[in-house]
């Protein structure tokens, strides 16, 4: 029988993206035509009157119980959107499209293993199993404005969760699932959780993991007297009878309806956090009204969302990613998402690539981690059909030249536009990209500030650059509605943090950049001490911290090193209390990053030194640490309280 080949491509796409200057791309008619944005002037329009454009954008895209008073006010270092407006998250993703979309399918789960059955809930399937709940949670006491911890793998509860909560007020908190107890630990005693939702188990490459034994040994000692769990991959657990509750048993006996509570513009939606300069994590404060408007309007315009289109970002719910596109944005543009339980390349290499071919995904959104992962040894890709595909994106870390054409190539097949996009969780929706049906596409760099967002580039002294000039990539007032709004219980930290380099009407985003004439933006990276590790954003601080809980450690400095694949990877150079280095102690303090982080802070090697270098105030050098790693030269080193650690480290390395 001949085959029927997928025809969800557009037409004219299929021509692909006509080739204007060497290494510029530009949409075709038919992607503009298609496009939901395709004229320049929007971008003109939004910089006169960025209020006045996001109030159309708020208006048109949300629905709202009490429309706002005041579209925006600032009162340094806070700001806010839509004041007094009053609105649910959970309706605006599900119940506003129960009209039309009821049998439409809104999450589509595939499991770790291809040899297990999937998941598909429609648009009424996620209604009743977030209404049944919420009104469990409202049964086991949770009010508006409480914590909610939830500790799940990439199953359709973890979207549920985070949906139920807003639905009756209550402040979600995230935490990836490969994050350790001890993360766990620190986020619930923060935010002062009451409880938890989690899952038995997971499956990882064929493996099956024990959350909930992580999970149990993280509420010890935290506020969390209550812990829902889902059953997942049917596994032998420890249950604590007081405090533990199966999901399906409480979803038996609750309400199939929970009436949505009307949320203020500025009530806070949830709490995510993120490594900063320092060893401990910060809460970073997401509030209702700004944050949906623009994962809304990021989600439909960045990736033209249209009503065939599916969804998939390849990103974990733990992440901002994670809340923004694989939750809140496409589902309040009634869209359908994909989210998947396992490694992109489980069992074979080609996993990712069966899985757009199974579900025809259309919106294919990942990491230069994962493509320059998928690139190497690709040539499996020649065997797929990409044809469904529209849209390819890309989040998380700069990438390089290389990854991009080879996406672009073998799997955009040179028609589907690769949208890099640039942001971060502070800011809780993308901020720079090229809109589709708009472009330029220029491989490696991010594109414009989105409309109605104000970026610039700054030097130390916080005059605007020229074009083409490298300096600190900035925010300008008014700040994006979907911005963060504080950092949780800690004012100084938020001030410090993201207004004090350059006063205050500026936020500093911590990135260096520049942009070329036309205002494409190319991201060079960060300029404090966090380490993107596969996209993954870590502290060095915190990786610093947590070696020297060792027994054994007297002293620690992590250096990130480009790596081929994941972009960077953390090299820890440590100094022993009086024992023998060996290997045992390197397993050891490996295993300490696995324990107080999660597997994705694992240092790629460990060096034992005799010494640091540091100045006479004992600071430790990195700087000269990382050009020892790279063979760079030594600057001067004169002026180090202990120039001799130079050399005896050099010695070592060279070992
Ligand atoms: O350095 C930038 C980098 O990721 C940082 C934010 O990390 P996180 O809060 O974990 O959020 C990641 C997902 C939104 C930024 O400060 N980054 C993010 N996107 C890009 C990027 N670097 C270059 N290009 C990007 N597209």
Redesign the pocket.
């Known amino acids: 029988m001949k085959k029927t080949k997928l025809k969800l491509v557009t037409k004219g796409l299929k021509k692909g993206i006509k080739k204007g200057k060497k290494d510029v791309y530009w949409p075709t008619e038919e992607l503009k035509k298609n496009a939901w944005i395709n004229k320049k002037s929007i971008y003109k329009k939004a910089e006169k009157d960025p209020l006045k454009f996001w109030e159309s954008l708020a208006a048109e895209g949300i629905i709202w119980d009490k429309k706002w008073k005041k579209t925006y006010s600032e009162k340094y270092p806070y700001f806010q959107w839509f004041i007094e407006g009053k609105l649910n998250v959970s309706y605006n993703c599900i119940d506003r499209h129960l009209q039309d979309k009821k049998n439409k399918a809104a999450i589509i789960w595939e499991p770790d293993s291809p040899e297990e059955k999937n998941r598909v809930l429609t648009y009424h399937d996620l209604y009743y199993e977030v209404n049944k709940l919420a009104n469990v949670l409202k049964n086991l006491g949770v009010k508006k404005g409480d914590v909610v911890g939830i500790y799940l793998p990439m199953i359709p509860e973890g979207q549920i969760s985070m949906l139920a909560c807003s639905r009756i007020g209550a402040v979600h908190n995230v935490v990836f699932s490969a994050f350790s107890a001890e993360s766990l630990k620190y986020r619930l005693k923060e935010t002062g959780a009451k409880i938890l939702i989690t899952a038995d188990g997971y499956y990882r490459k064929g493996k099956v993991i024990n959350l909930k034994a992580k999970a149990d040994e993280a509420v010890k000692k935290t506020k969390v007297k209550k812990v829902i769990v889902i059953n997942r991959a049917g596994i032998k657990i420890d249950w604590n009878k007081k405090r533990d509750f199966w999901w399906h048993e409480l979803k038996e006996k609750a309400d199939s309806y929970c009436q949505p509570q009307a949320m203020d513009s500025e009530d806070t939606l949830f709490i995510l956090y ?1 490594s900063g300069t320092t060893g401990k994590p910060k809460g970073i404060i997401h509030t209702t009204g700004g944050y949906l408007t623009q994962a809304h309007w990021t989600a439909k315009w960045d990736f033209n969302l249209h009503d065939d289109d599916i969804l998939w970002s390849t990103s974990d719910i733990g ?3 994670g809340h923004t596109y694989c939750c809140y944005g496409p589902l309040s543009n009634g869209a359908t998402i994909l989210i998947y339980e396992g490694m992109l390349n489980y069992p074979q290499p080609d996993r990712w690539c069966k899985i757009i071919e199974k579900y025809g995904i259309t919106v294919f959104y990942t990491s230069p981690t994962a493509i320059r992962m998928f690139a190497k040894n690709g040539d499996y890709v020649k065997k797929i059909n990409f044809a469904s595909l529209r849209i390819l994106g ?6 390089n030249k290389e990854a991009w054409e080879w996406f672009f190539q073998n799997v955009g097949k040179k028609r589907s536009p690769l949208i ?7 800011t809780g929706g993308t901020m720079i990209n090229s809109l589709p049906g708009i472009g330029p596409f220029i491989p490696t760099l ?1 594109g414009r500030s989105f409309p109605g967002i104000r970026l610039a580039i700054l030097d130390d002294n916080g005059k605007v650059l020229p074009a083409n000039k490298e300096g600190n990539l900035v925010q300008l007032s008014p700040f994006a509605p979907g911005m963060l709004r504080g950092i949780y219980k800690n004012h100084k930290k938020y001030l410090e943090t993201y207004w004090n380099k350059f006063g205050k009407r500026i936020y500093f ?3 260096g950049a520049w942009k070329d004439c036309q205002g494409n933006f190319r ?1 060079i ?2 300029l404090d001490d966090i380490i ?1 590790i596969a996209g993954h ?1 870590i502290s060095t601080a915190e990786l610093e911290d947590a070696i020297t809980k060792h027994h054994f450690v007297a002293e620690c400095a992590v250096i990130p090193l480009p790596h081929e694949i994941k972009g960077n990877v953390p090299i820890a150079l440590v100094v022993l209390k009086k024992v023998k280095p060996s290997l045992k102690l390197i397993e050891e303090i490996i295993k300490q990053a696995e324990k107080f982080i999660g597997p994705i802070a694992r240092p790629d090697q460990v060096f034992f030194v005799e010494d640091l270098p540091k100045t006479r105030s004992g600071k430790i050098m990195r700087r000269i640490l990382k050009n020892i790693l790279t063979n760079q030269p030594v600057e001067d080193i004169s002026t180090l309280a202990n120039p001799e650690s130079v050399e005896n480290i050099k010695k070592i390395l060279r070992k």
């Open positions: 993120t992440w901002i990613t890309s989040v998380g870390e700069p990438i890099d996009t640039w942001w971060q969780t502070e991010a985003t911590s990135d991201i990276g960060r993107k954003r």
